[in-house]
């Protein structure tokens, strides 16, 4: 298989948000935000790009944009290594998109945001799902504008849950289309079948039909 991408895991102190479906919800994940090992990134992006590597995938546990410093690093490294990746992408819901942080992704040479979205139809319903704390909820048609004026591609990463099941893939797709996505991922709902965990118990309430995923 011809690998093409790398994933910078950014370390968090958790997650702003608390989506129901979250995985990483149901482990501890240890704190290494003050552990940051330059020379280590530096050897795993040469090797990457020794392997032809060309997209960076910048994600984590919680959100990247929780933890800057860690960002202003990879900003260092990348600058020193001659900016090594044409493409560079930022996962996220979309909150903390403000306009510092909008400078940070530029330094950073993101062009593509993936947004994490539960509801392409219902802002509220969408916040619901994600959690998102009040003060940084948003309208997914206005962020997804404001991003457009600055420059940046645009994927909206669904989430398959239930509300999508009164839709067919046309209806989604030209939705998307809509609100100025040029890429779309449409992700299954996974669990471990352990229903001690509410998270597993809301993915098989909420989880999307079979049929559609096959649709």
């Known amino acids: 298989m011809n690998i093409q991408t790398i994933s910078i895991v950014v370390p968090t102190k958790g997650c702003v948000n608390k989506c129901k479906f979250c995985v990483s919800r149901m482990r501890e994940c240890p704190n290494h935000e003050t ?11 040469k090797y990457a790009v020794m392997n032809n590597v060309n997209t960076c995938i910048l994600t984590g546990t919680g959100e990247a944009l929780q933890n800057t410093k ?3 690093v990879l900003v260092d490294i990348f600058r020193e290594m001659n900016n090594p990746f044409p493409n560079v992408e ?6 903390l ?30 916040m619901a799902v994600i ?3 009040e003060k940084l909820r948003f309208k997914l048609s206005d962020l997804i504008s404001m991003l457009k004026k600055e420059g940046f591609n645009i994927r909206l990463s669904l989430n398959m849950t239930k509300d999508y099941d009164e839709s067919i893939p046309k209806t989604l797709i030209l939705r998307c ?20 965990f509410d998270q597993t118990k809301w993915v098989m309430d909420n989880a999307c039909s079979p049929t559609l995923i096959k649709d």
């Open 35 to 45: 552990n940051t090992d330059v020379e280590q990134i530096k050897k795993r992006i």
């Open 70 to 72: 860690f960002m202003y």
């Open 90 to 95: 930022l996962q996220t819901t979309g909150v």
């Open 97 to 126: 998109l403000n306009d510092e942080n909008i400078t940070l992704l530029k330094r950073l040479g993101v062009n593509t945001i993936s947004l994490s979205v539960s509801n392409i139809f219902d802002d509220e319903k969408n």
């Open 131 to 133: 959690d998102t704390p």
């Open 177 to 196: 289309k809509e609100l100025g996505a040029e890429q779309i991922t449409f992700r299954q709902l996974y669990h471990n079948g352990d229903r001690s």
